[in-house]
């Protein structure tokens, strides 16, 4: 990814390095990759699948003294284990079936660079021991070979699980962990930094625009409230897949909108904040307090929040609107002309008196109006237009 920040800058920035983020929790990696990335340490990049543990790994690579030589990524839990030592170690001709010629491993061809070691929590123990001579002094033997090579490499190793755990339970040997674990850099979640989520959307809608050739899209105020109401368990690399299909298939030309992105995602958008409970924060919904709930006045601000969220799962298509309501368009329609109100800023306000009423009037879903001047509150029924209710 192209480097929008100096990486030598230490005022808070929002880009470093291909990361992105403002939250403190970015904040905290960004200074830790700029401290730890000179030093020949061992790091270990902790987080969930997606976080981007390899672009740090890449970044640590960038700041060090070794950028000029070779990063050499190795995702362990793709490999199965009896290829691994090969892969890692390389082999000589004839070492087993199918070995035709000679290979190369990564820790040579990583030598005097960085090697990455992806999901190391894979490892199964009986290899383990051997990536820990390695580690110890930079030592190893090709598969079939008889002699000892020696490798000069730094080792940045990842994983999703939590190793200290494992090694308690005998799944991962201890000297091996404080091999790897000389600095930790954790790397939080998505979810666990939702204010990052709308300005890494547009990161990787510019990407798409410099990489791919695609047309400038924003997002719409109830695409970024969608965005940042989703929990992301793939966290920066499903928001990153996400765009890029929200991008292929928007129907308005440079604007992204909820109905672009999938169904789970778009479910989020203009969620009504849950209905307060009349009487007091502890109250059950149907308690009703000493004075009583103006029925009308409820029922009117459901019928907002409902169709306010339908306009903004619809993108603002009214006859979509209507099919998720299940109602006709022209129902539809002519409800938000009686009742004024516009889809503005993610939710409907009355920007002007319904038609044919003064202001204060509203009348109810059902039934003609019948309102008698001084009636009652108590007399209300049902299918009546009642002034400043």
Known sequence: MTRTTDPRNTENPTEYMGLVGSHPSMQRVFELIRKVGKSQSAVLITGESGTGKELVARALHDLSVRKSRNFVPVHCGAIPEDLLESELFGHVKGAFTGALAARTGRFQLASGGTIFLDEIGEMSP??????????????????????????????????????????????????????????????????????????????????????????????????????????????????????????????????????????????????????????????????????????????????????GRALQLAGGSKREAARLLQVNRTTLLEKLKRRGWELRGGSLEPVEPPAGKPDGWKELRRGPASYQPGQAAREREPGVAVAGS
């Open 126 to 307: 009986r290899f383990q021991v051997k990536l820990l001579r390695v580690l110890e002094d930079g030592s190893f033997e090709p598969v079939g070979a008889t002699s000892t090579l020696h490798t000069d490499v730094r080792v940045v190793a990842a994983t999703h699980r939590d190793l200290r755990s494992m090694a308690k339970e005998g799944g991962f040997r201890e000297d091996l962990l404080y091999r790897l674990d000389v600095v930790e850099i954790h790397l939080p979640a998505l979810r666990e930094r939702r204010e990052d989520v709308p300005r890494i959307a547009e990161h990787f809608l510019a990407k798409l625009r410099e990489t791919r050739g695609m047309p400038r899209f924003d997002l719409a105020p109830e695409t970024r409230q969608a965005l940042m109401a989703y929990d992301w368990p793939g966290n920066v690399r499903e928001l990153r897949n996400v765009l890029e299909r929200a991008a292929v298939l928007a129907e308005t030309p440079g604007v992204i909108l909820p109905a672009d992105l999938p169904a789970p995602i778009a479910a989020g958008a203009g969620t009504p904040a849950p209905l307060r409970a009349v009487g007091g924060a502890d109250a059950s919904p149907w308690d009703f307090g000493p004075e009583g709930t103006d029925f009308y006045k409820e029922m009117e601000a459901f019928e907002r929040r409902m169709i």
